[in-house]
């Protein structure tokens, strides 16, 4: 066989495979969180990472499906850096996760873009996110919250929601889903939490709604104890520091 005869053949392979790439590889992969390609691959990887490292447990999933069109928030308590994984690997659905801006390494900036996270300051209330949240959610979207505001150290205690997580349900009317969330890595570090091997449980509990007429206390307080109660863990009044250590 000559050289051109060679050439040729590697032709018509590059071109097979380019289109079963992107006529059936990137189609699939982009049946995903946020419709791309390249998240949806790693919300694949990230669904196997949960299931065989983690052996995460989900209960009552069955609540999310039932709200998977319309405006909904996903409000739990925090543990770990594993915490919005466990959660997304239930549904297919975009969640807009806020998540704190001083641990949003610029170096990602494009990844964070991707994801469609929403960025916070913790150190007051944040209107732009509060804004993006409120548009994300008049346009049938779903928002991810931690109103802890941080890991919770020790584990096992259920630290003060702040009030922008009330806020931003009795302004939009969305339908609030509470998740426990319990037995993950015992760990601070990013990639220790994501790889360290644990059983971890998400919890998902009876779906709340609220309206303008509760205030953001009430709200966060209410979603507090809704959690609390389901956990059977303490109540701890003092915020955690922004930074540990």
């Excluded at 001083?102 to 494009?110: A, E, I, Q």
């Excluded at 998902?204 to 709200?219: F, G, H, N």
């Amino acid at each position: 066989m000559g050289i051109l005869s060679i050439l040729i053949l590697c032709l018509i392979a590059w071109v097979l495979l380019m289109a079963i790439w992107w006529g059936w590889v990137v189609p699939k992969l982009r049946r995903g969180p946020t419709g791309r390609a390249g998240v949806g691959l790693a919300w694949r990887l990230s669904k196997w990472l949960v299931r065989w490292r983690h052996h995460a447990r989900v209960d009552g999933v069955e609540h999310l499906h039932t709200l998977q069109n319309g405006p909904l928030i996903i409000v739990a308590n925090h543990t770990g850096a594993i915490d919005p994984l466990l959660i997304q690997a239930t549904t297919d659905r975009t969640i807009r996760w806020m998540m704190a801006r001083d641990l949003m390494h610029p170096d990602w900036t494009r990844f964070w873009s991707d994801i469609e996270v929403i960025p916070v300051d913790r150190s007051g209330m944040d209107a732009a996110s509060l804004r993006t949240a409120l548009r994300t959610l008049r346009d049938g979207g779903c928002i991810g919250v931690f109103p802890e505001g941080r890991i919770t150290r020790p584990p096992g205690t259920i630290r003060p929601f702040m009030e922008g997580v009330g806020l931003l349900a009795g302004r939009s009317g969305a339908n609030v889903l509470p998740c426990w969330i319990s037995g993950t890595p015992d760990v601070d570090g990013l990639m220790a939490s994501l790889l360290g091997a644990s059983r971890s449980r998400v919890r998902m509990l009876e779906p709340a709604r609220y309206d303008k007429s509760d205030t953001p206390d009430k709200i966060a307080a209410d979603l507090r104890s809704r959690i609390a109660q389901a956990s059977g863990w303490p109540v701890v009044d003092d915020m955690m520091p922004l930074h540990l250590g």
